[in-house]
C-alpha cells in the first residue's frame, strides 16, 4: 500500500468518524429540546440559561451606595485594553463603579 492510498483510507475514517459524531449530537439534541417541550414547562416560565440568551430577560441591577472612584492611567495606544478592563470590573462587580482614564503621557 503506498503513503497516498494510507492517506486517503485515514481520511475517509476521519470523515466517517465526525459525521457519526455529528449525528450523535444532533439526536441528543433532539431529545433534550423534545424533553424540554414537555408539558412540565408552563408558559412564560424562563428556562435555566435563557436569559442569558435574552437581553429583555436580564434584570438591570441597581447599583447604589457610595461611588468608588478608579482612576486607570493608560496611553492612547492601549485603550481598547483598558475599555475591556473598564467592562469587566462594571459587569463583575454590584458596587457603583466611577472609572477615570487618564493619559499618563500628556
Known amino acids: 500500500m503506498s503513503l497516498r492510498r494510507v492517506n486517503e483510507v485515514i481520511l475517509v475514517l476521519l470523515a466517517v468518524a ?19 417541550n414537555s408539558d412540565a414547562v408552563v408558559p412564560g416560565m424562563i428556562l435555566p440559561f435563557e436569559s442569558e440568551f435574552s437581553p429583555e ?18 496611553a492612547e495606544e492601549i485603550l481598547e485594553a483598558v475599555v475591556a478592563a ?21
Open 86 to 106: 473598564m467592562n469587566s470590573g462594571y459587569q463583575n462587580s454590584k458596587a457603583n463603579i466611577v472609572f477615570n482614564i487618564v493619559d499618563h503621557l500628556k
Open 57 to 74: 430577560l436580564i434584570p438591570d441591577p441597581v447599583r447604589t451606595g457610595e461611588e468608588i472612584p478608579v482612576i486607570i492611567t493608560a
Open 18 to 36: 465526525f459525521l457519526i459524531i455529528v449525528q450523535w449530537n444532533i439526536l441528543n439534541l433532539n431529545d433534550l429540546l423534545r424533553r424540554e
